[in-house]
């Protein structure tokens, strides 16, 4: 069951995605001309994506992806591309709309079901991958914990997820964050710590089947985010056992540097190390640092 402030979050973000700032950010996810801050975010959006998208098979053909938290389509329409029969949901009605709109032909067997709602309704049913891009950023490390390990639940395959790194550069964006006129302010942006983020996941027994498989920092202007992928480990671990576990003999990885044009599930390695004796993230890895706020969506 949601969390009351998972539940009270969603709502303000129903607010901000469906209300405030709808005609903003479909011009940021459309080819309209924008502003220099806002077309830095928009370039480290597109490399989001891309990072994303390098993590599934280049063929999804019969695969069911969850684009949890859609917004306007971009990452669905790709994956239908590749044959993927996704699954998009958002809260907002008008981004959903958004979406069906821009919905443009898709060749082969792919195909998308938009929907509106929470991403982690029971009745969309099982995955293959579930990716939330910047859809989990403004939720508290708990309740990203939580959401992760409802979607966990129901995926075979992968959950591929963004956070927003705690660093001390975002302290800076933070304060620079009082340049955007306030009626474009999304609801504040949580910070996590990569440590913070495991260990809350560890307490997730829903998430014992699954492998931290990597991580990926897109860092473009005043975007700021961590792509993080858990992949199922086959058989799971048994009980007791150490759970949520890392890349063996490494900790956090640039799992894109593995190569974009392989997708993540030929390329991860056995699994060994159990997540908590992982040491601390150092500070470049978001271990450090003031909390601040990163993406200004
Ligand atoms: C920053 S936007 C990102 C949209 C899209 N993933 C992308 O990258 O273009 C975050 C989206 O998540 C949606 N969202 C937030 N919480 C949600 C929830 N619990 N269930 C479904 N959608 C949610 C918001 O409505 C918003 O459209």
Redo the contacts with the bound molecule.
């Keep these: 069951m949601a969390s009351a402030s998972y539940e009270s979050r ?1 709502g303000e ?2 607010t901000y ?2 209300r405030t700032a709808v005609e903003a950010w479909s011009r940021l ?1 459309s080819d309209a001309p924008v502003s220099r801050i806002r077309a830095t975010v928009r370039a480290g ?1 597109d490399a989001m ?1 891309a990072t994303l998208l390098s993590w599934l098979p280049t063929d999804m053909t019969g695969l069911r992806l969850l ?6 389509g ?2 669905s329409v790709e994956a239908a591309r590749r044959g993927a029969e996704v699954v998009a ?4 009605p008008t ?1 959903v709309d958004l979406a069906r709109e821009r919905l443009p032909a898709i060749p082969g067997p792919g195909g998308i079901d938009f929907r509106v ?4 309704d029971p009745g969309l049913g099982r995955f293959d991958h579930v990716v ?4 989990l ?2 939720y508290r490390a708990a309740d990203i914990a939580r959401a992760l390990a409802v979607l966990g639940a129901r995926t075979d395959g992968s959950v591929l997820f963004t956070v927003a790194p705690r660093t001390a550069l975002l302290t800076v964006m933070h304060a620079a964050g009082k340049f955007f006129p306030r009626g474009d302010r999304s609801p504040a942006i949580v910070p996590v710590t990569e440590g913070g983020l495991r260990r809350r996941m560890s307490s997730e027994r829903a998430l014992d089947g699954f492998a931290w498989a990597g991580s990926h920092r897109i860092n473009s202007g005043f975007y700021l985010s961590n792509a993080i992928a858990l992949t199922r480990s086959s058989p799971p671990p048994s009980a007791g056992e150490g759970t949520l576990r890392s890349r063996g003999g490494e900790g956090q990885r640039d799992v894109a540097g593995l190569g974009s044009e392989r997708d993540l599930f030929g390329t991860v390695a056995p699994l060994s190390r159990p997540l908590l004796t992982q040491g601390p993230p150092s500070p470049a890895e978001g271990g450090g640092g003031a909390a601040a706020t990163g ?1 200004r ?1």
């Excluded at 939330?132 to 859809?135: E, F, T």
Aim: proline content about 0%.
């Design positions: 969603r973000l129903t995605f469906d996810t959006r994506r684009d949890a938290g859609c917004g306007t971009a990452l949901i958002d809260v907002s981004l709602g929470d991403m982690l939330a891009m910047d859809s950023i403004h993406v969506s």
